[in-house]
């Protein structure tokens, strides 16, 4: 992986201390082979903003989910480009929207398992602000469609949505937006 632990110090340094989980995911061949193709530069992470305007959440479709399955945006640091200007690059390109980072609140450990093969992978969770409710994918290929959602649609029907999806990566997702949604409303409990 291209992210040293330099970098990941200075930005907890600057955004806080996250919190860790560790999980396991197994995947079909499909799946695991899409997610080695993403490595092909040496990747083995993504980062995924929580992007709020009042008190809403930037969601994101992808033209391969299930029927209402929605989720945050995420994608992943290019060689060589700066950590946060990474962030918000993947912010801009999936949902259209310039951030301001607030906090680095979750660091998960997973492994994605198929048959003996194992990748092991890191997703690093931030809060965002937008300025603005303006949302407009600019990368309409990988992109369907992205809106606002509450809080509360992403812990009901949207949650629901990516526990029940086929794919293991979407129930990935599913217990990334809910350890998530912990964290940020213990903040404000």
């Known amino acids: ?56 959440v930037a969601v994101i479709r992808k033209p391969s989910y299930p029927k209402g399955v929605y989720r945050p945006p995420s994608g992943g640091i290019e060689p060589g480009e ?6 918000k690059r993947e912010a801009y390109e999936e949902i259209g929207l310039h951030i301001e980072i607030e906090k680095y609140i979750l660091k998960t450990y997973v492994d994605f398992h198929f048959e003996d093969e194992v990748v092991n992978w890191i997703t690093h969770v931030f809060t965002a602000q937008s300025t603005t409710s303006d949302i407009n994918p600019i990368d309409q290929k990988e992109i369907s469609s992205a809106r606002w959602a509450t809080i509360e649609e992403l812990e009901t029907t949207l949650l629901s949505g990516l526990r029940s999806a086929p794919a293991a990566g979407l129930q990935y997702r599913a217990e990334i937006q809910n350890a998530t949604l912990k964290i940020i409303n213990a903040k404000y409990s």
């Not at 200075?10 to 989980?21: A, D, F, R, S, T």
């Not at 197994?26 to 490595?39: A, G, P, T």
């Not at 992470?45 to 008190?55: E, G, I, L, Q, R």
């Open 82 to 87: 700066d950590f946060e200007s990474g962030i």
């Open 1 to 56: 992986m291209y992210i040293t632990q330099q970098v990941l110090d200075n930005i907890e340094q600057k955004y806080g201390q996250p919190q860790v989980c560790h999980t396991t995911c197994v995947m079909s061949k499909i799946e695991f082979d899409l997610l080695k193709w993403s490595m092909r530069k040496g990747r083995a992470h993504d980062v995924t903003p929580f992007v709020f305007h009042n008190s809403n």
